[in-house]
Every structure is written in C-alpha cells, then in structure tokens.
C-alpha cells in the first residue's frame, strides 16, 4: 500500500468511481427512460421481481459485470478511509449494492421496456460480491497503480491535461447511449438491420461523408495524447509509436461499441478515426518537443505475434472456413446454442487447438507482465483474453456446420489461466541456486 497521507485523496478517487458506476448502473438498467405511471399495488407486489425466469447467461454475465466495479471500489473506498480491513465495513458494502440492485429492479417495474427479476437482483448481488474480492485479492496493486496515475497527471501540462481529459470525452460519445448488451439476439440485430456495418457498406444508417471527415479531424488530438502525455518533460513518442497507441484506442473503442445496441457501428468510422488519430501523431513533430521515444523492434516483433497468434486461434476455431453470410441461418445457429450454451464440441479438433494456443498465449503474458503489478495484469489479460476466444466462438455462428459452445470458451481460458500460474525457468533457476 501507499503512504497514508495519501489516503484521503485515493478514498476520495475510489468513492467517485463507485458513484459513476452506480450511476451508470441506474442507467443501464432504466434505459430508455419512458417511465409511465402504474398501480401501486402491482409495484408493491412485484410479481415479475420474484418470479423466477427462465436463466439467461448473457443477462447473468451482463448484470455480474454491471455491479463488479460498484463492489470493488466501494469495498476500496469504505477501507482506504477507515485505513484498516473490517469486516464489518465489507457487510455493509455488500448491503448497499444489493439494496441499490433491489431498488432498480423496482424502479424497472415504471419502465414497460424492463422486466425486473430476482435472477438479476442475485446476479449483480454476486458481480458485488465478486468485486469486493478482487479488491481484496488486488487492493495493494490497485493503489500503487492508483498512486501512478496520480502522479503522472500531476507532472503532466495542462495542455496534456486537457488532451487527456478530451480523450475521455470523445469515448464516452463513442459509446452514447450506452445501453450495452451481451446479447446474441441484440448484436444480431444490429447487423440484420445493417446497423453493424463493415466499411463504406450501403445502408441508410451508415456514417454519411461529411461526418466521416468530421470524425477524422475529431480524432486528431487522440494521436497528440498519444505522443505526448505520458512522458517526461521535453519528449514525446515518435510517430510510428504513438500512432500504434492511438489506432489500437480507437480499435478498441470500435469493437466495444458494437456492445451498444442502439449505436450504429460503422467501421468506416473507425477508419477514419484511425486516420485521423495518425495524422495527430504526425503532427506532433511539430511540436518542441526533439527527444523522441522509439518504437522498439522487441515491441514490433510482440505485435508481430500477437497478430499471428490471433489469426492462427481464428483460422483453428472456423477451418476448414465454410463461411454462409446467412442472416437466417445466424439465427437459427443463435438459438440452438441459447438453448444449449454448454453442449459438447462437435470433435476434439474443435477444442484442443484453441486449449494449446490459450496455454502457448499464457506463457507468453507471463514472461512479460510487471511483478509489481503481477495480479492486476494477469487478470486484465485473462479477461481479454477470455472475451477474444468468446468473439471467435461467436463467429462460428456464421460457419456451415458451426457448433458454438462455451465449453471451448471455459477450456480455453483454464488453459490460459493455469499457464499464468506457470513460474518462468530463469526465476525458477534463479529461487534454486540461491536455496543452494
């Protein structure tokens, strides 16, 4: 932990990031918000709230992922305060967040587009719960990694300052209304609909011309961010390095808004952004600014593989690449797997590649995190890395004879998370001959 001088100033971060989270949880679970009046009876009596429904594993993993961080830094709020653990405090936490679930599954009750449920107020009770033990799995390295970003915001220049804080802005509009889903039957929608869109395809929800260009000269200050906060006074990254950083933003803003049913995902919007974000980094060569900081080729070979590693887990889970582009066969693939989530893969071949390569991928995140912050890392890699082997099961949706099944999935990421745990030779060597 870090010196408790500063506790106040990080009780102070922690209960303004549970108070967002619980405000964007409101959100989320009230949206669209055409509250209308009903019976007081009927919402005293809840009857939907405590009829158990049929189970959905998207809305599961939606509402555990909803109220995780509520838990998490509402646990780290309430003991960076007191300064001590108490388990007491942690019960009153736990309490808090299911009162606020409780009570936004009432409030659905106004919403005619919300059905509330005891299955959801369980779930995010468990996504608290869950949250509450990663802080107390990770808390130390979440402060020092807290006390970091502090510290790099208060060496940086305003003007840095006001790139950041602009960065912040453009991805929440990236991402308005916010009203994310996990849904198969949602995210289908959105391309049946030609409201998932690969670039420049006709539909009359597509990105028109002129917002294209806009979108690009909004992206500009994406790659001067890219190039400048972050680094000591009177340097910056070259070019190549901070365009890297800010085309990979902009993907990852890209690919997480296809999570929000109501926005348009086009991805020639994300090419443009991408576009533009590199021009940015270009034109902070400009600046006074002469020591660069260079993009390595050890960086470039890691990309390199990474990239090869990708193709080569896509390649493995859809071959021999029977691809139908079938609206109506998606569906009915989607529905069999809805009704099914865990059934058996068609053949070993369907998951024993994919199980090697989250092992090869585990060993590989392993020799490259920061022991300072081993477990946050670990963790943020198994959570990417479990939602990349999702995506790509997902897209055996579109395969001829495709036969998704979170089995893969679960393997995969066992396979994954057993080889962080993996102690690499050299430390290993290391630990013996001092013993010796």
Request: glycine letters at 6%.
């Amino acid at each position: 932990m870090i010196e408790a001088a500063g506790a106040p100033a990080r009780a102070a971060a922690y209960g303004a990031a549970a108070a967002v989270f619980a405000a964007y949880a409101i959100w989320g679970s009230l949206f669209p918000f055409d509250v209308q009046h009903a019976p007081i009876a009927n919402v005293v009596a809840l009857s939907d709230l405590w009829l158990a429904q049929r189970l959905s594993l998207t809305d599961l993993a939606s509402n555990v992922l909803l109220f995780l961080p509520i838990g998490l830094f509402a646990a780290a709020f309430v003991e960076t305060r007191a300064r001590a653990a108490s388990a007491r405090a942690i019960a009153a936490v736990f309490a808090c967040t299911a009162a606020l679930s409780v009570a936004v599954e009432i409030g659905q009750a106004f919403v005619p587009a919300r059905t509330p449920s005891i299955l959801d107020v369980l779930a995010e009770a468990a996504g608290s719960a869950l949250g509450i033990v990663l802080w107390r799995i990770a808390g130390a390295e979440l402060d020092d990694l807290l006390q970091l970003v502090v510290h790099r915001i208060a060496r940086a220049t305003r003007a840095e300052r006001m790139l950041l804080a602009y960065v912040v802005l453009f991805a929440v509009w990236w991402w308005l209304p916010g009203d994310f889903t996990l849904r198969p039957g949602e995210i289908a929608d959105k391309f049946e609909h030609k409201r998932l869109l690969l670039p420049f395809v006709p539909s009359p929800d597509a990105v028109p011309p002129a917002s294209l260009v806009a979108i690009a000269g909004a992206a500009i200050p994406i790659g001067l961010a890219a190039a400048l906060c972050g680094q000591p006074r009177g340097s910056r990254r070259s070019i190549a390095k901070a365009a890297g950083i800010a085309m990979l933003f902009v993907v990852l803003l890209e690919a997480a808004q296809t999570l929000m049913f109501s926005r348009t995902t086009d991805a020639a919007a994300a090419l443009e952004a991408m576009a533009g974000a590199a021009l940015g980094a270009c034109l902070a060569r400009q600046s006074r600014r002469p020591h660069a900081d260079p993009l390595r080729a050890s960086t470039l070979a890691s990309a390199a593989l990474v990239a090869v590693w990708i193709a080569a887990a896509a390649i493995c889970a859809w071959w021999p690449l029977a691809i139908a582009l079938d609206a109506e066969h998606a569906h009915l693939q989607m529905t069999r797997w809805s009704l099914a989530p865990f059934r058996m893969p068609l053949n070993a071949a369907a998951i024993v590649p994919g199980a090697a390569l989250a092992a090869a991928a585990g060993l590989f995140v392993r020799a490259r995190v920061s022991p300072r912050f081993i477990r946050l890392q670990s963790l943020a890699a198994l959570a990417l890395v479990g939602g990349l082997f999702l995506a790509i099961e997902a897209g055996r949706l579109l395969l001829v004879d495709g036969r998704p099944t979170l089995v893969t999935v679960v393997v995969e990421c066992a396979a994954f998370a057993a080889a962080l745990r993996v102690r690499p030779i050299g430390s290993a060597l290391v630990r013996r001959t001092e013993s010796c």
